[in-house]
């Protein structure tokens, strides 16, 4: 394997690049999913939305450049550049129903998986998997559970969702808060505290399917008792009327409503991600994987990082899963399969999913992975966070993560409506139940 730069230097690379637009360096193509060779070369077009501003853009950008190294002159991954979450869903659905899949699918936090698998478009990894011992020796019950379908596996994770939230300490010491909130009350105490201090407690978002405001939802609910945990780990649900539910959603319509900045409504993550890291909110959910963005000086101050503490949810709740991972899709040319096997083999590896370790503070989806002490140095949060992860005592997946892909529009279409009582939380649950159905 080509010899690896050193996380930091790297990121400094790859931010110098990132500068520059979406391609970092790497080789870009502006085309659909539509694959060539070159002589004897098979060359993978790989669309995907981890390039520009995004965390993980010098990870990707990375690999693709190992991987070419490694397989010059047999195989070639062509990247293409998808900005925006949203906007990479909506191609490979589209893709979906022309049949003119990429070679390479990463199923990230949106449940495509399901979606090709009922196109019967997915190739079955298992034999490969279980010719493989190493490869298949990163597998955690719980990630073969995400990435298994009826006993076959048909994707492979290389990132860890353990999420909680981060917090603006020099904010919480104005409105006189020692420490983040252990119960749901104490959460909304210390909101009304930080808005009497002139404070904006929550960075929250509502477009591209509202991630942020999502996992505040789901934390309520798995939190709420034994009925909401049961729901939220269920797979593809169909039936969102339940109490634990609507009781969450009428909690994040007062989020809206009364605790969050204007451009909430209607804003994508990176409006609520830089209202945090601009000081203007106190708290945001959110992965250990934006902690690189605190001490990036292109996005926030100089100090901003030693304001920033982490915690896990009230409730003892942290989300903790595996983020559904990469697919193969059939293709007429059997050599491309297997070349994009090798693809994917490659992106999940040990080496890969510390690579995203190091240089993003991505957690690894196996916990056969070890935190180095370059992480470590790197990341001293994420070592902090994963200390406060290991004591909580309630886990479950993300809420996006088990819902129907078409219910990520529904919430980026009805949130507004929610937050301007236009709509009540049990109508909003309603329309996400009467969605959902339309998939069975």
């Known amino acids: 394997m080509k010899k690896r730069l050193t996380a930091l230097a790297l990121a400094a690379l790859m931010t110098a690049g990132c500068l520059s637009g979406c391609g970092g360096g790497t080789e870009t193509t502006d085309e659909g999913a539509s694959t060539e060779s070159t002589g004897s070369e098979i060359v993978i077009n790989y669309p995907t939305f981890q390039c520009g501003v995004n965390t993980a853009s010098p990870v ?18 062509q990247k293409e550049d998808v900005p925006g979450d949203a906007n990479y869903v909506d191609k490979i659905k589209v893709q979906l129903g022309t049949g003119d899949l990429p070679p390479v699918v990463y199923g990230g936090g949106y449940n495509l998986l399901d979606l090709a698998l009922a196109k019967d478009v997915v190739v079955d990894l298992t034999p490969y998997v279980e010719a493989d011992p190493e490869w298949k020796a990163l ?3 719980v990630a073969l559970t995400t ?13 860890g969702s353990l999420v909680g939230y981060f917090y603006n300490k020099d904010l919480f010491a104005q409105a006189g808060i020692d420490a983040p909130a252990t119960t749901w009350d104490e959460f909304w105490q210390q909101c009304d505290k930080l808005k009497a201090a002139g404070i904006t407690p929550l960075a929250l978002d509502t477009a591209d399917s509202a991630w942020v405001t999502s996992l505040w939802a ?5 939190t709420s008792g034994d009925e909401g945990y049961e729901f939220m780990k269920q797979m593809n649900p169909i039936d969102y009327n339940n109490q634990p539910t609507i009781d969450a959603f009428t909690n994040v319509q007062k989020m809206l409503q009364e605790y ?23 708290m945001i959910a959110n992965g250990p994987w934006m902690i690189g963005d605190f001490s990036d000086e292109t996005k926030t101050t100089a100090d901003f990082a030693d304001k920033v503490g982490v915690a896990i949810f009230p409730g003892n709740f942290v989300y903790d899963a595996p983020i559904q991972g990469y697919f193969v899709t059939k293709q007429d040319d059997p050599a491309l399969e297997e070349a994009a096997v090798e693809m994917v083999k490659f992106f999940t590896s040990a080496h890969a999913q510390q690579v995203a370790l190091e240089v993003q503070g991505m957690v690894p989806a196996s916990s056969t992975v070890e935190i180095t002490e370059t992480a470590k140095q790197n990341y001293p949060l994420l070592v902090e966070f994963l200390d406060l992860a290991e004591g909580a005592t309630v886990r479950t997946d993300n809420l996006q993560a088990t819902m129907y892909p078409n219910l990520l529009d529904v919430v980026s279409q009805d949130l507004p409506l929610l937050a301007s009582g236009e709509m009540t939380a049990t109508e909003f649950c309603q329309t996400l139940s009467t969605e959902a159905a339309k998939n069975q």
């Open 218 to 222: 789901g934390a309520m609910i798995a």
């Open 147 to 159: 990435n298994s379908r009826d006993g076959k596996i048909y994707a492979s994770s290389s990132e």
């Open 60 to 77: 990707v950008d990375q690999l693709i450049e190992e991987f070419n190294a490694e397989y010059a002159g047999k195989y070639r991954i």
């Open 260 to 282: 969050t900045t204007l451009d909430a409504i209607g804003g994508k993550y990176e409006h609520a991600a830089n209202n945090f890291l601009s000081g203007q909110a106190a």
């Open 139 to 141: 597998y955690s019950d």
